[in-house]
């Protein structure tokens, strides 16, 4: 079966990082972008940026730009999302998503979402 | 304020058909394909339609997409009450508002 599975929930204070993982089984993870969207608490869907595990080519939403990073490691086919500093704006939940069978725009598969509160 | 315009909300009863509009720029919709997408609460977003007006094997015909210059539709027929949901539009962007861009989405009431 073909899935993205993401890393669980995660409760942060401002100031602090993180990392959030989304595992991609049962195709080949390299050679199909992955994309991040944001859901922020009672708003819409944000197109974040994409990261093509294959080279680790990124690109980012004006902005996110500066504000995460993405990366991936094709050995563990894993794409991450990451934070230096967070902050309270940065609650929400976030989805890793790919394009597998209809071009790699038309996200099919998702992952399950992960939740980050970032509270003090 | 999202790149892609949508209305709020949409509302319909059971049988009827509505219609979904979202409305870009030449950097988007005018020069990329539109991709719509069915968010119902707690679960991921699901793919609708891609390349405009094409259909997921498991997405029922009841849905259906077009697009026009700058603008595209999702269009619902035979409303169902499962099918309230948020909807979205999205497309990839050449501009500096890019890699891609959804629209505001749209909540759509089965009265």
């Known amino acids: 079966e073909v899935q993205l599975v993401q890393s669980g929930a995660e409760v942060k204070k401002p100031g602090e990082s993180l990392k959030i993982s989304c595992k991609g089984s049962?195709?080949?993870?390299?050679?199909?972008?992955i994309t991040w969207v944001r859901q922020m608490p009672g708003k819409g869907l944000e197109w974040m940026g994409v990261?093509?595990?294959?080279?680790?080519?990124?690109g980012y939403g004006p902005s996110f730009q500066g504000q995460v990073t993405i990366s991936a490691d094709k050995s563990i086919n894993t794409a991450y999302l990451e934070w230096n500093s967070l902050k309270a704006s940065d609650t929400a939940i976030y989805y890793c998503?790919?394009?597998?069978?209809?071009?790699?725009?038309?996200?099919?598969?998702w992952g399950q979402g992960t939740m980050v509160t970032v509270s003090s | 304020q999202s790149v892609l315009t949508q209305p709020p909300s949409a509302s319909g009863t059971p049988g009827q058909r509505v219609t979904i509009s979202c409305s870009g720029s030449s950097f988007n919709i005018g020069s990329n394909y539109v991709y719509w997408y069915q968010l119902l609460p707690g679960t991921a977003p699901k793919l609708l339609i891609y390349r405009n007006s094409q259909r997921p094997s498991e997405v029922p015909d009841r849905f259906s997409g077009s697009k026009s210059a700058t603008s595209a539709s999702l269009a619902i027929s035979g409303l169902r009450s499962e099918d309230e949901a948020v909807y979205y539009c999205a497309a990839w962007d050449d501009s500096l508002s890019g890699p891609g861009v959804f629209g505001g989405g749209t909540k759509l009431t089965v009265l």
């Open positions: 998503a790919a394009g597998y069978n209809y071009g790699y725009a038309a996200f099919d598969i």
């Open positions: 049962g195709y080949n993870f390299a050679t199909f972008w």
């Open positions: 990261v093509y595990p294959g080279d680790s080519d990124t």
